[in-house]
């Protein structure tokens, strides 16, 4: 069945931005069982990442009239999303987080770089949203 296609009026229309928003509460939770050594260390750096994916994302649609500047923030949400997966394979390596939790957060991510990058090169050079939401 084929998703429901609607315009995109905001950025909250846009299914990268809330499929990043919904993972932001389950990684914050994540890291709350880290050890307090990681505190200020692995645990800050991936809750800094996750809230950068979807301001980045927000950022960027506020400048969508360039789509070069769109694309750019877009960028470095793609970029963010990436650290989060590297993040999550060093939780997973050191223990700090169980196999099965760490992979469904490494597809999401994986699976929020994929939209990222499909947005990214479907994005119109006259700053007008693609016809289908990503």
Known sequence: MEAEKRPIRSYRDLRVYQRSMELLGPIHKLVLAFP????????????????????NIVEGYGRRGSAKDFKYYLGIAMGSANEMVVHLEVSRQLGYAGDDECARYIDAYESIGKQLHMLISRWRSDGRPPTSNV
């Open 36 to 55: 307090d050594y990681e505190k200020f260390g692995l645990a800050d750096q991936m809750r800094r990442a996750c809230r950068s994916v979807p301001t």
